[in-house]
């Protein structure tokens, strides 16, 4: 029962380390939240510090689940699937990273009130 | 300077990607569908769909009275354990002759299943991955080298060209005009698959080092009277004593299989092969499986047959040891499902990234060169079209070929399993002609092709085999179910594909060429 928990986790915490660091650019920033809100002063660092925790994270339980050789391999192709996941949510469906932004937005309005939301 | 740099590698990339693109996309598609011979084989050779039961194999009790016939006169003779993918066992004995006897076993009874008929992807869809099956003078070989080679130097190309793309890394924008969106699909696949792709191209050279680079074994050996010999004896391991002439007993095969398995701590073997069968000097050799380890492990051990002992056990050195564990990262021979479909994906987007590498430079020129009228860009399009879709409809050709011929197909001299082939490759040309004929058109209407194609393989494996995607689904017959589904799944993508590629009334809506590009 271990294995496809720990799977998942892998998956989820790749996954998660991918949308964190999609978030901390600035044009996937906007397009999630809109040009309305900006991230906090130290939100961009704090979401590309939390992501390389996700990511380490992912190759923990990676490692967990398959030994080093094995577990090497899957958090290599993972972190490559949950990139290619990130990129097709930010196309289709960007509202719903919106969840993972919420921490991150700074509590003043964007200080560049021109900057319009999504550009298509 | 650096400008000049950054154009130098754009003409790399454009120029080599154009040259060899086909090469690589041949290559990228069947090492796809590599991940999956196993379950292709059983899709087509049905004889093999054997139903694996839990009862420990006997070769002494089942197997070797079955084969007595095959075996009583041979010089050796082996068998391939069956594998939690592979149900049946392959087995050969070679005659006084030089002759081999080649059978697929069913494991359970030691008797021969009918004979295929097909070379199924193990014969065909694997071997056309690394060497083309242009076997003269291992030139096959050397073209699928130099393109890996050449994909290396694309890889770093493309990463010089679109350095400015890593800031905006996971963009695709869906919406836009097919160029730009075209344009971050080639991006995307690239990037998030980069390290998938460079691995994967890198260790297939590796494991091919001995047709790169066949001098090694002289330069090291140089002292030795044969030094492929000994350096293939050092790396790979072996053992060899002659027969005596005089009969001998045969002790228990189960047995030693057992004392192999503890000396491997508990992995299987996956290969028994008897020398001199019934001489007093007859030995047998048996062969650690891969399935539980990444690196495709040399172990092996030899014991004597009458008295099974063991008198020789070999294990590679480290430098070997570390060759055959990139090679095992590239042959995926372990069990591992998670990892099978990674790979698949990761194939599957070298695939889109090498075809919509095609149509930027396609759709690049589409202005400046007179669509109908340059003779270049016409070539360019037959060539893109027949090495991308044409691949595919090829492939679909191979499939409903194998359920549609009849068992004695013959023809012009072929057999049946050599008109498979012919369809494969007779189709593959066509496809190509098509695409030069119509390098607009062309596109469109073999992704129809495709979704014919793959539902009439569907609906002959039904109709040949009774093993229906509701029967195969029911009983949890995955090999073949899965097959079927991801059939089905092509044919809805290239009938999507279709419906997107509809002619437009307006074909200006291509938005100008890149200037990131070309």
Known sequence: MTEPLLLLAALATACLGCALLALSQSRHWRLVNGGQVSPSATGTAAMRGLAVVMIVAALGFAFGRDGAAFGALLWSTLVSLAAAVTALTLAWSPHWLRPIAWPFRSHSRSPMPGIRGRTR | ?518
């Not at chain 2, 002759?99 to 056309?128: K, M, R």
């Not at chain 2, 491997?264 to 290969?271: E, M, T």
């Open chain 2, 1 to 518: 300077m650096h400008g000049g740099f950054r154009a130098a590698m754009t003409w790399l990339h454009t120029w080599a990607g154009l040259v060899l693109g086909g090469v690589l996309f041949a290559v990228f598609w069947t090492g796809t569908l590599s991940v999956f011979h196993e379950e292709i084989d059983r899709w087509m050779l049905p004889s093999t769909r054997l139903t694996q039961t839990d009862a420990p194999l006997s070769l002494d009790s089942a197997v070797v009275p079955a084969i007595a016939t095959f075996t009583q006169d041979a010089t050796q003779w082996g068998i391939s354990l069956p594998t939690p993918r592979r149900p049946h066992a392959p087995f050969f004995a070679r005659g006084t002759d030089g002759e081999f006897t080649v059978h697929a076993l069913d494991p359970a009874t030691g008797t021969p299943l009918p004979p295929t008929q097909s070379e199924a992807a193990s014969g065909f869809i694997v071997p056309f991955h690394y060497s083309l099956h242009i076997e003269w003078k291992d030139l096959g070989n050397w073209i699928v080298g130099l393109a890996s080679m050449t994909m290396l130097a694309l890889l770093v190309s493309g990463v010089v060209i679109h350095r400015k793309r890593f800031r905006e890394f996971f963009t695709l924008r869906p919406h836009r005009n097919r160029q730009r969106f075209n344009l971050d699909l080639h991006n995307l696949t690239g990037m998030v698959a980069l390290p998938f792709h460079t691995v994967i191209t890198l260790s297939g050279l590796i494991l091919f080092f001995g047709v790169y680079f066949p001098g090694a074994a002289e330069l090291v050996y140089r002292g030795s009277p044969s030094p492929q010999g000994a350096f293939i004896g050092d790396a790979y391991g072996g053992y060899h004593r002659p027969a005596a002439g005089t009969s001998g007993e045969q002790g228990s095969l189960d047995a030693m299989l057992a004392v192999a398995r503890d000396s491997w701590s508990g992995s299987p073997a996956r290969f028994v092969r008897v020398w001199h069968p019934g001489d007093a000097n007859s030995y047998v050799e048996i062969r650690r499986g891969y399935g539980d380890q990444v690196g495709l492990t040399r172990d092996q051990i030899y014991f004597d047959a009458a008295t099974g002992e063991i008198l020789h056990a070999f294990s590679a050195a480290p430098v070997m040891h570390v060759q055959r564990f990139i090679g095992g990262m590239h042959y995926i021979d372990f069990n591992h499902w998670t990892l099978r479909w990674l790979y698949f994906l990761g194939g599957l987007a070298g695939c889109a990234m090498i075809a919509t590498g095609f149509v930027f430079w396609l759709q690049a020129r589409q202005r400046r060169l007179a669509v109908h009228g340059h003779a270049g860009r016409r070539t360019v399009a037959g060539l893109a079209v027949g090495s991308v879709t044409g691949i595919i409809v090829a492939t679909l050709a191979l499939l409903v070929a194998n359920r549609a011929l009849p068992a004695q197909a013959e023809l012009i001299g072929m057999e049946r399993e050599r008109l498979e082939i012919l369809c494969f490759f007779a189709v593959w040309a066509a496809s190509f002609v098509h695409g030069w004929l119509r390098p607009e058109a062309a596109w469109r209407e073999q992704c129809g092709v495709i979704v014919t194609g793959a539902l009439l393989a569907v609906a002959l494996n039904a109709i040949t085999t009774g093993d229906h995607l509701l029967r195969t689904v029911a009983t949890g017959y995955w090999p073949v179910a899965g097959m079927d589904l991801l059939l089905v799944a092509g044919a809805a993508v290239a009938a999507d594909a279709f419906r997107r590629l509809r002619p437009r009334q307006v074909a200006s809506h291509a938005g100008t060429p890149s200037r990131e590009h070309a």
